[in-house]
């Protein structure tokens, strides 16, 4: 039980960060003035998100991943872990310093009127949002795969 509750958190917190890096896009394509402390907030709430994903994340992995792992590999697709989870297990690394680096590139580009500035942080974001349903999508797979490794036993 505390094992779904913990995959759940570590699910919710990554779909937040992507609504969260969607707000962000949308803003700057409207960057003003008015909704500069918006962004500011929402390039924070990113970063935030994707931290705590990743530590929920990486609790889970170390404590439940291993059973987990056995069976889809026994299982008949065995290439959600092969291939999707090792790809998910470096692509994040990307995501994660993309998103810690998001607000110190909101803060640090004051105004952020300017039109390469503009596409500079809309850039950072589309790839958090783009990486993050990757991963969303990956995570899909391998949960299909237990499932799949489940029903052949």
Not at 1 to 18: E, P, R
Not at 109 to 132: A, C, E, H, N, Y
């Amino acid at each position: 039980m505390l094992d779904q509750f913990v995959m759940m958190s570590h699910v919710v917190f990554g779909v937040f960060a992507i609504l969260f890096a969607v707000a962000l896009c949308v803003d700057v394509l409207n960057a003003s003035e008015t909704n500069l402390a918006r962004m500011k907030k929402l390039s924070l709430l990113v970063a935030l998100c994707v931290i705590v994903s990743y530590m929920i994340g990486g609790y889970w992995y170390v404590l439940y991943y291993g059973e987990h792992r056995d069976i889809i590999k026994a299982g008949s697709w065995p290439w959600a872990h092969t291939y999707f989870m090792e790809v998910k297990e470096h692509l994040f690394f990307v995501m994660l310093i993309l998103s810690i680096y998001l607000p110190i590139a909101v803060y640090g580009s004051t105004p952020l009127t300017g039109k390469k500035t503009k596409r500079f942080i809309l850039g950072i974001g589309v790839l958090i949002v783009l990486l993050g349903l990757f991963m969303e999508v990956s995570g899909g797979i391998i949960s299909k795969g237990v499932t799949m490794g489940l029903l052949r036993r």
